[in-house]
């Protein structure tokens, strides 16, 4: 898996390459009946991407895709010693998704050697592995097919399956298709349909400000669709962050109110009635009386 000379990563500039990551999320949240992960929103795919909490997340998730793209069955569990088997037989039927990736040989000697390298060829390997997920894997290629009929034929579509939404993009015009990922957060990306730019990512906006900046953006192109989208940002997705950003006001002033009052708790003496404030100094624990 040895990663061709052309194939540079956005890591000289960045941590890794922002496309590729996007790409990872949304099929994690797109065939989430069939990976089986519990990621649900970009943080926590940054934070095992990262191994915030240690590599357990990370090394999970990566077993999942490889599974996937292995065309386990959706209930398969790999264990760590199926890790170097498994990922030089797919590598050999990937090449093409290979040469244009970061992807170093030794990630295949073993989890712990994937783990080790730097999280632009973390990023790296699980966009591989989603790439040759969606090539190879039969459940998943038949989900796409199943909403690609629905798409060609609108009035057979009676209803989306929510995990098969984010399948159509948000908006395309003039070659440009604009993707909106997240549930209870949103990331608007702009996916240029040029052959040169085909299949990159670009992150556009992902908080309120960011999506007005946007649409007033937008708003200065002569094209309906242009100003259209830009209406859409602005009266659903704006107001949908802003009450999420109130939601989580709300809950950091709770939990301040609930860490308040828990300082101002006090205890009896059972044998003495007497009432007493709590004291957390470790030199006065000894002192009180139970």
């Given at each position: 898996?040895?990663?061709?000379?052309?194939?540079?990563?956005?890591?000289?500039?960045?941590?890794?390459?922002?496309?590729?990551?996007?790409?990872v999320?949304?099929?994690a949240?797109?065939?989430?009946?069939?990976?089986r992960?519990?990621?649900?929103?970009?943080?926590?795919?940054?934070?095992?991407?990262?191994?915030?909490?240690g590599?357990?997340k990370?090394?999970q998730?990566?077993?999942?895709?490889?599974?996937?793209?292995s065309?386990?069955?959706p209930?398969?569990?790999?264990?760590?010693?199926q890790?170097?088997?498994?990922?030089n037989e797919?590598?050999?039927?990937?090449?093409?998704?290979?040469?244009?990736?970061?992807?170093?040989?030794?990630?295949?000697?073993?989890?712990?050697?994937?783990?080790?390298h730097d999280?632009?060829?973390?990023v790296?390997?699980?966009?591989w592995?989603?790439e040759?997920?969606?090539?190879?894997?039969?459940?998943?290629?038949?989900l796409?097919?199943q909403?690609?009929?629905?798409?060609?034929?609108?009035?057979?579509?009676?209803?989306?399956?929510?995990?098969?939404?984010?399948?159509?993009?948000?908006?395309?015009?003039?070659?440009?298709?604009y993707?909106?990922?997240g549930?209870?957060?949103?990331?608007?990306?702009l996916?240029?349909?040029s052959?040169?730019?085909?299949?990159?990512l670009?992150?556009?906006?992902?908080?309120?400000d960011?999506f007005?900046a946007v649409a007033?953006?937008?708003?200065?192109?002569?094209?309906?669709?242009?100003?259209?989208?830009?209406?859409g940002?602005?009266?659903d997705?704006?107001?949908?962050?802003e009450?999420?950003m109130?939601?989580?006001?709300?809950?950091e002033?709770?939990?301040?109110?609930?860490?308040?009052?828990?300082?101002?708790?006090?205890?009896?003496?059972?044998?003495?009635?007497?009432?007493?404030r709590?004291?957390?100094?470790?030199?006065?624990?000894?002192?009180?009386?139970?």
């Amino acid at each position: 898996m040895s990663p061709s000379a052309n194939s540079k990563t956005e890591a000289a500039n960045a941590d890794y390459a922002p496309g590729n990551f996007a790409s990872v999320f949304a099929f994690a949240t797109t065939f989430s009946s069939v990976l089986r992960s519990d990621i649900r929103e970009p943080e926590e795919l940054e934070d095992a991407i990262r191994c915030v909490d240690g590599s357990e997340k990370l090394r999970q998730f990566a077993l999942l895709l490889l599974a996937t793209a292995s065309n386990k069955p959706p209930n398969a569990r790999l264990s760590e010693d199926q890790w170097p088997k498994l990922c030089n037989e797919l590598a050999a039927d990937s090449v093409a998704i290979l040469r244009k990736l970061q992807v170093p040989e030794a990630v295949a000697d073993s989890i712990d050697s994937f783990v080790d390298h730097d999280v632009a060829v973390r990023v790296d390997v699980l966009f591989w592995l989603a790439e040759a997920a969606v090539a190879s894997n039969s459940t998943v290629k038949k989900l796409i097919d199943q909403e690609v009929a629905k798409y060609r034929k609108p009035s057979a579509a009676t209803h989306v399956k929510p995990e098969l939404v984010r399948l159509q993009p948000f908006a395309e015009i003039a070659r440009q298709r604009y993707w909106l990922f997240g549930s209870k957060t949103r990331q608007l990306y702009l996916e240029s349909g040029s052959q040169r730019g085909k299949g990159k990512l670009e992150l556009l906006a992902q908080t309120p400000d960011e999506f007005t900046a946007v649409a007033n953006e937008l708003r200065t192109q002569r094209t309906h669709a242009h100003k259209s989208l830009a209406d859409g940002l602005v009266e659903d997705v704006v107001p949908f962050l802003e009450t999420q950003m109130r939601k989580r006001v709300r809950v950091e002033k709770a939990m301040q109110r609930q860490a308040l009052a828990l300082a101002n708790v006090h205890i009896y003496d059972t044998r003495t009635r007497k009432r007493q404030r709590v004291n957390y100094e470790e030199d006065n624990l000894s002192a009180l009386d139970f």
